[in-house]
């Protein structure tokens, strides 16, 4: 089974992805978490790619498409994968076709996430993120706190806000994201995967309501 994590930045497409991975217990791959863990190990990887993460660009696809082929060539992914943050541009979508039809493999469902921009704003503001690198759990200081204030309710490790979610950063990805990776919805719409639904507070419609919903429609599919 695969399943694509579509969505705005903070639209929530990690917790849903991680309630998807429990029940569906395949692993959830999420780019963001590879680069950041690259990143903060200090690898050649990781000092290629720092400059566009700091800014909220995207990582060139070149770069993007050398970590992720030799992630999905792992064992674990052989009887499905989630992924959280790839494909983000065209030619990452089109490679990753190109990947899953060499294994006869085909996607299931792109779950696109819609939550309105002044929300997506706030909740990155209040995000945290364990800072293991083997757990990466996410948190929300409103919706969703730890029980130990700056603590991970899962290892225990400290909670950080990433460097990303400062405004500037915060308002640059949202553009790049319509930009670059938006047209993706289209590109999905055709192929007929696609599952766009609301996630949001003010909706009264969060993570398990979602999660339930795409577990239903992939038991209907
Ligand atoms: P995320 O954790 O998914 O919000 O990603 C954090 C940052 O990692 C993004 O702002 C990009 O700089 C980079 N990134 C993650 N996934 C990709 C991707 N598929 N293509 C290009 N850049 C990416």
Do not use: W
């Not at 997506?120 to 200081?141: A, F, P």
């Not at 409103?142 to 991970?152: M, N, R, S």
């Amino acid at each position: 089974m695969v399943i694509i994590m579509l969505g705005a930045p903070a639209t929530g497409k990690g917790t849903v992805a991680e309630v998807l991975s429990q029940n569906l217990n395949i692993p959830s791959i999420s780019s963001g978490d590879i680069f950041r863990k690259n990143m903060s190990e200090g690898t050649e990887f990781g000092k290629k790619i720092k400059e566009y993460m700091d800014k909220g660009e995207l990582v060139p696809d070149d770069l993007v498409l050398e970590m992720i082929t030799s992630r999905l060539n792992e064992d674990d992914v052989k009887n499905g994968v989630i992924l959280d943050g790839f494909p983000r541009t065209l030619p990452q979508a089109k490679a990753l076709d190109e990947m899953l039809a060499k294994e006869n493999k085909k996607i299931d469902m792109v779950v696109n996430l819609e939550t309105p921009r002044d929300e997506l704003l706030e909740r990155t503001i209040n995000r945290r993120n364990c800072s293991n690198k083997n757990c990466n759990s996410i948190y929300n200081l409103v919706l969703h706190p730890p029980k130990v204030e700056g603590i991970c309710d899962k290892c225990g490790s400290p909670l950080y806000q990433r460097d990303d979610a400062k405004p500037e950063v915060a308002k640059n990805r949202l553009e790049v994201y319509d930009r670059e990776t938006a047209p993706l919805v289209q590109y999905y719409e055709k192929t007929g995967v696609l599952y766009t639904t609301v996630l949001s507070q003010r909706a009264n419609r969060m993570k398990d309501e979602v999660s339930k919903d795409v577990l239903e429609k992939l038991k209907n599919n």
